[in-house]
């Protein structure tokens, strides 16, 4: 199993669960996927679709002991994350994949200085660095993320400046390291438009500067649209559609894609009409129906829905859906 | 315009919260959350406000019914000045007016049933038998497309959807004539969000509510709104009907609202003209325009004088309303 030069990590079959006082939840479910090298890969779904479980298990950040991955690997270069050792992976992390998450309030350590915070992740990758090249490298990453009057910001807490800075400085401590790859979990979710539509930018203007690979999670079909080359769809845990992102909105193949791209109210839909909608609600995890786990939300469900997991079909190269209308079932 | 049309007319409303400090906790600051607004909703018709965080559009949907008491202005609802009425008068005007939270979890009251939660309403308002109470109840829930049995069971059994649907038969229950639904799918998903949209435009025609809708998402606010206001730091900067908003956004900011809106195709290449900076905070507003510091266009008189919405091509649209000095 090695990867090739274009791809920089692959997920394959990974399924994972997590013990819970009600019994055994699988969060996700042989989910696979490649991350090609210097490309924003979109993983798109509603709540609980486990797409954050995904990047949880990326950087080994799952809740122990409840979470436990059953199988799979994840592959960067040569080495299986799952099988490195608690110190190695911590070499990974920083240095080859970072991670920013959806509420920088809640990420960023309150009663420290954001000053302190930067330098944290500067004295665990460059230890040979002194004090005064750590603040150099700081102000230098700050004004990268486009913070103003940078040498201000590192002495202010993390309350002191508004949310979109906040986004920004989570940003610059992800960059830290250089890593390869960089996952953000929905970055803008809790941001306003006209912040969000900054945050996006700078992310695609960083990642064009750096070569990097960005794994951008959301529930915004909208900002997938926007920034990604590739889209993974989910649902209640499982992966349903892959596909290039301007394949994936002029040809969606899965009706649960096709639903969410319906049910989206658009700036150009006709007022005051009823919006196409997808019936029903998203299944429990604890009480997932057998056979596709759309299928009690479907308007296309077959009889054979209901019994058999419908087996991946490929359309082209990298257009995959999971649905028996395509199989030939 | 027809004055006898109007249901709801706020004029000059001022929402200043006082900021306290020093050793002796006296009042050292204002908060201008809601600095001299002026709107009018027509009976039948849906207002949309929308806005980013901070710009004053929750606490406007919540001066109006009073769950603050404004420190300016007035309401007028049918004619009468909502602000100066006691208590007891409020009380009896409280079933016209009625309200749609955004967080269906924290509005519904955890230790009570859903049947106990819908016949609240009932119980404060009218005084009806058991029986018919319970019929009344039950029809809620078909109306709002719950199902039966869920009388008996809490609202942490529902989903954030199906628990918005109970928000939204709550709010129903009196037959209200005005409805402020405050970000009422912001916390839902995308598939659900469509539902419960459906929802209140169906409600809507068949008991011919008249609606204020806050919301942040100005393609949610256009599919239900006839007029939008947009809002920025406790001011109305641009007041339209909502296709002209859309197809003729005028000022700045909604210029770079609707610029900033992400679309769901990818093919849609735009030059994006993004927004630097951040709101200001609004117990500091600048002085002149608001929206200055942010504005590409802001030149010495934006800074100084505070420019009033006025209608900006009178022979075009009369209703068309923008506060910049450059229209």
Known sequence: MKLTDKIILRVEDLTVAFDTEAGKVRAIENVGFELEKGTF??????????????????????????????????????????????????????????????????????????????????QIHYPELNQNQVKKKSVALLQKVGIPEPEMRLADYPHQISGGMRQRVMIAMALAGQPEILIADEPTTALDVTIQAQILELLKTIQ???????????????????????????????????????????????????????????????????????????????????????????????????????????????HMVKCHLYSGD | MDQSEILLKVDHLKMHFPIYGGIFKHQIGKVYAVDDVSFSIEAGRTLGLVGESGCGKTTLGRSIIRLYEPTGGKVFFKGKNILEMSRKKLLKLRPDIQMIFQDPFESLNARHTIGDILAEPFIIHKHVSFLERSQKVKKLLSQVGLPKDALNRFPHEFSGGQRQRIGIARAIALKPKIIICDEPVSALDVSIQSQIINLLLELQQNMQLTCLFIAHDLAVVKHVSDHIAVMYLGKIVEYARAEALYQNPRHPYTQALINAIPVPDPCQARKKKILAGDVPSPANPPTGCSFHTRCERATAICKTKEPSLKIIDPDKDNLHQAACHYL
């Open chain 1, 208 to 318: 064009q500067e750096t070569a990097m690979s960005v794994i951008l999670i959301t529930h915004d079909l909208a900002v997938i649209a926007e920034t990604c080359d590739k889209v993974v769809v989910m649902y209640a845990g499982k992966i349903v559609e892959t596909a290039p992102v301007i394949e994936l909105f002029q040809n969606p193949k899965h009706p649960y894609t096709q639903g969410l791209l319906n049910s989206i109210p658009r700036l150009t839909t006709k007022p005051k009409t009823r919006l196409k909608i997808i019936e029903g609600m998203v299944p429990s995890l604890l009480n997932m129906p057998a056979g596709c786990c759309f299928h009690n939300r479907c308007p296309l469900a077959k009889p054979i829905c209901q019994t058999t997991l419908p087996m991946p079909a490929h359309f082209s190269k990298n």
């Open chain 1, 41 to 122: 890969l979109g993983i798109v779904g509603e709540s609980g679709c486990g797409k954050s479980v995904t990047a949880l298990t990326i950087m080994r950040l799952l809740p122990q002991p409840a979470g436990v991955i059953e199988k799979g690997h994840i592959l960067l270069d040569r080495t299986d994350l799952l099988e490195l050792s608690v110190e190695k992976m911590q070499k990974v992390r920083g240095n080859q994949i970072a991670m920013i998450f959806q509420e920088p309030m809640t990420a960023l350590n309150p009663v420290h200085k954001i000053g302190r915070q930067l330098s944290e992740v500067f």
